[in-house]
């Protein structure tokens, strides 16, 4: 079993920086693979980013944030962050971490992944 917290959403003007946070407790989960997740409500929920180790570092992006958001581990810790810059008005919406325990085709979407976190609200002004 695999608990997860997410933190470090909030309110920024549009063009500001976010870092989320996603920490692990219950069983180490740097064999797992980590997703980011947003939704808006009445709208399904969407994958942002993920991160897998097999050997090496393998991380996945949306076409909608590639170039302005970076996902990174830190095994040590048992943590997943996300860097959110040149934040957009449409990046708005609750944010969810999740894990699965493999990668495959259907992995950039929600249904793939087992265990999940409550949610961060990141909200981006105009």
């Known amino acids: 079993q695999v608990q997860l917290v997410e933190s470090g959403g909030g309110l920024v003007q549009a063009g500001g920086s976010l870092r989320l946070s996603c920490a692990a407790s219950?069983?180490?989960?740097?064999?797992?693979?980590v997703g980011w997740f947003r939704q808006d409500p009445g709208k399904e929920r969407e994958f942002v980013a993920a991160?897998?180790?097999?050997?090496?570092?393998?991380?996945y992006y949306a076409d909608s944030v590639k170039g302005r958001f970076t996902i990174s581990r830190d095994n040590a810790k048992n943590t997943v962050n996300l860097q959110m810059n040149s934040l957009k008005p449409e990046d708005t919406a609750v944010y969810y971490c999740?894990?699965?325990?493999?990668?495959?085709?259907?992995?950039?979407?929600?249904?793939?992944?087992?265990?999940w976190g409550q949610g961060t609200q990141v909200t981006v002004s105009s």
């Open positions: 999740a894990a699965a325990r493999s990668w495959n085709s259907g992995s950039y979407s929600a249904r793939n992944y087992d265990y």
């Open positions: 219950g069983r180490t989960f740097s064999s797992y693979v």
């Open positions: 991160i897998r180790w097999s050997g090496a570092t393998f991380t």
